[in-house]
T-cell receptor, first 109, second 114 residues
Framework: GESVGLHLPTLSVQEGDNSIINCAYSNSASDYFIWYKQESGKGPQFIIDIRSNMDKRQGQRVTVLLNKTVKHLSLQIAATQPGDSAVYFCAAVTYKYIFGTGTRLKVLA | DTGVSQDPRHKITKRGQNVTFRCDPISEHNRLYWYRQTLGQGPEFLTYFQNEAQLEKSRLLSDRFSAERPKGSFSTLEIQRTEQGDSAMYLC????????????FGEGSRLTVL
């Protein structure tokens, strides 16, 4: 079956440093990928997306990299801030959205 | 507020009771999804609708679960004869099929079965 997995359940980063969260997916038919951020008690919030015909996309302080050869994507957060503390999920999309288990990002002061 | 809204936000019930959750998607969105999320896990797909048609149901959706979207607008998710294992956050999300593909989530309905 389809699966999406994140490499680390928890990532601790010093404030101001860059964060990299990695994700692997299994379904080569996935043509769209999204990163979400979820704060405690809230629904997931969209961060950035990327289509399968791209290998990099940049937003404000965030970059998503896609490697279709090894079915891997990553989220890079520049100059990590305390407000970035949350659980981050990647989702691989065909007609439905399959989410990974999430990586909790802890920002250390 | 024009986002996805869910009601109730919290529900505590006794085992064996029936519960119903409601989701109002963003008005022009024709796709609506239900997910279940347990502590420490990502959202697990339950079912989705294209307008009023229910196009797929996950194996997670036992026969005690039923979802409807009668007029292609709001949706309900009913759980009959609740069990303690049903305790979770139930998330609703909507998307506009031909747009960039972003899935907009509501804040969820947290179910606790005692």
């Amino acid at each position: 079956g389809e699966s999406v997995g994140l490499h680390l359940p928890t990532l601790s980063v010093q404030e101001g440093d860059n964060s990299i969260i990695n994700c692997a997916y299994s379904n080569s038919a996935s043509d769209y990928f999204i990163w979400y951020k979820q704060e405690s008690g809230k629904g997931p919030q969209f961060i950035i997306d990327i289509r399968s015909n791209m290998d990099k996309r940049q937003g404000q302080r965030v970059t998503v990299l896609l490697n279709k050869t090894v079915k891997h994507l990553s989220l890079q957060i520049a100059a990590t801030q305390p407000g970035d503390s949350a659980v981050y999920f990647c989702a691989a999309v065909t007609y439905k959205y399959i989410f990974g288990t999430g990586t909790r990002l802890k920002v250390l002061a | 507020d024009t986002g996805v809204s869910q009601d109730p936000r919290h529900k505590i019930t006794k085992r064996g009771q029936n519960v119903t959750f409601r989701c109002d998607p963003i008005s022009e969105h024709n796709r609506l999804y239900w997910y279940r999320q347990t502590l420490g896990q990502g959202p697990e797909f339950l079912t989705y609708f294209q307008n009023e048609a229910q196009l797929e149901k996950s194996r997670l959706l036992s026969d005690r679960f039923s979802a409807e979207r009668p007029k292609g607008s709001f949706s309900t998710l009913e759980i009959q004869r609740t069990e303690q294992g049903d305790s979770a956050m139930y998330l609703c999300a909507s998307s506009l099929r031909l747009a960039g593909g972003e899935l907009f989530f509501g804040e969820g309905s947290r179910l606790t079965v005692l």
